[in-house]
């Protein structure tokens, strides 16, 4: 899908960027061969892009109004389509025509953009090795050493539709095309997983070492074919029915092709707890499995009753190697051990209204503590304290503590105080303890926030600026000390629009009411204001009121929900953007997925 959508999208492209569209047809045609399919428009429009290789027909390539726009094989996309560069193109060419030529009795649509010698020798050499037309006529296509060494070379090369993972229960076959081999020796060696991780800390791959091993299964198979003919021959191995890595070596006259199949599958779900990492273990089928265990830097960790292991945070955070274990099967995967580091984020409120001399007022403190980014509960706070600073008018500070403030999990602490005289400044900040399990220490957290009242008091200022909602409808007031209105003032007013890079500024003076009509402010994101004392106020205007999380998780067809407060039933990409992203680059817009609908956002199939 991935493939196609990107070809739908250059093929339109320029000339210009040939180079992008061969790097997208290439990776297209690999993956059609592992599928079996050959589609030969598809071929065709991959090789009329010009080029400079072994196998091209000059006279097309090097067409003069090509000059410019040839392919550059080395050309790195990955970053955008995460496919590595083309390379050399030459064998996926010659093993699409030696597809082809199996049914084609000529070679003449090729000719315009390959080679007539490079045509001519493939198309002879798959009618040979297959047993197709007259050997005679065919050899005459070649010359007398190139016939020579066809007869003489060993093929032992794997199908390109071979897989090499399948599930624990899945049956093992493997395709291999043969060629002048008499006698064919087939070994089976199992890989001691857990042995080689720990040693080599790498994945198992064909280099590894398997001399002095014996293999748990050897077969040998005898073929009479001339050596001419290639035979594709298919390998089944029933006795591999359980989890594990396996090697089988093909070896025939002189020549040795070995198969990496993988058999099953585990990999690690990590949920960040305050006890440390907390590993959820499954398989190739998404099968929790509560009987594995888990080694890293020397350790093995064990599961819990629940079937879950729990990994201690790190002294030393980074990325580790991590076996996976179960029976006497073992999976090698990365981890990225943490340190244990908590953070504590504490909203206050307070209402500025109530800030009036010897009133009472509240503070709402609503605290979440995190671990690593993720909340964890507040019952691991240990000797909470609130410490509340005043500051008047004169600069003069005072404290109170509160020790042993009581926090819930499911709604505010709420305490009460009484409002001093002159009140300039309010300082909060609450702290508590946290018990450090990695470093067996106490760590303190902390969270502060001050808020400021009567600051024209202390100002030469007389006036101040103040942003009022009514309704739907923004008003800008400019009010003196006792909160008389200030009739006919100017003022200065930038407003930024969420879809215009700069600000539109407009001189404005207020109503015989002191205020400034604004409106709606639709899709304004942020307005400045100057008065004439030069009193400056800024205001985000924040749409909407809901706060989200940073992820989102859910099972393939489950239908996502987010609320969304935005009153603009017209949903556009303005509102909310969807796409998908693959290797830190977006490769696809999904915006035709999202519904607005009673204040929810809704996300489908």
Known sequence: QQLTELWDFVKRLSPSYNTLKAHVLYHRLLFDRSQGVYDRKRFLDYVKLPREAV???????????????KINFNQNYKPQTLYPAIGNDEPLIRSYLQHFFL???????????IHYGYLKKNFAETKIVNGLGDPVTLSSYISAIDYKNLRNRVDLDFAFTSKQRFSAE????VEVNVK????????????NTSNFYRDQRRPVDTNIELDGLLPNKEFTFEYKESPFLRVKRKFEFPELDNRGVYIIDFIGNRKSSRALIRKGQLRYIDNVTPA?????IVDEKNRVVSDASVWMLGSQYQPAKTGRITVPFSTQPGRVPLIISQGGFSDLDSFSHQSEAYALHVGFHVDRESLVKGATAKVIIRPQVTVNGIPVSVKLLDEVMLRMESTD????????VIKDLELFEDRESIHEFKVPSRLQGLTLALTAKVRNLSQGKDVILSSTETFYVNRIDADVKVEDLHLQKISEEYFLNMLGKTGEQRVGRS???SLKHRDFKDAVNLPLQTSMSGRIKLGTLKGIVSLTVTGPEGTRRQWNLQRLGNS????????????????????DVNLGHQDVALMEMRGGTFIRDLFDHVNLGNGMLTISK
Do not use: C, M
């Open 55 to 69: 196998y091209i027909e000059a006279k097309y390539h090097r067409q003069r109004e090509f000059s410019s726009t």
């Open 103 to 113: 049914k084609d009795q000529d070679y003449k649509q090729y000719e315009k953009y």
């Open 491 to 493: 003022v200065q007013l």
């Open 170 to 173: 899945d049956p093992v076959s």
């Open 276 to 280: 440390g990492h907390e590993l959820t």
């Open 180 to 191: 002048n081999v008499e006698k064919l020796i087939v070994k089976v060696f199992e890989i």
């Open 393 to 400: 008018l004169d600069g003069t500070a005072s404290s109170k």
């Open 548 to 567: 989200y999380t940073s992820s989102l998780f859910a099972v393939e067809g489950e239908v996502i929900e987010v609320p969304f407060s935005e009153d």
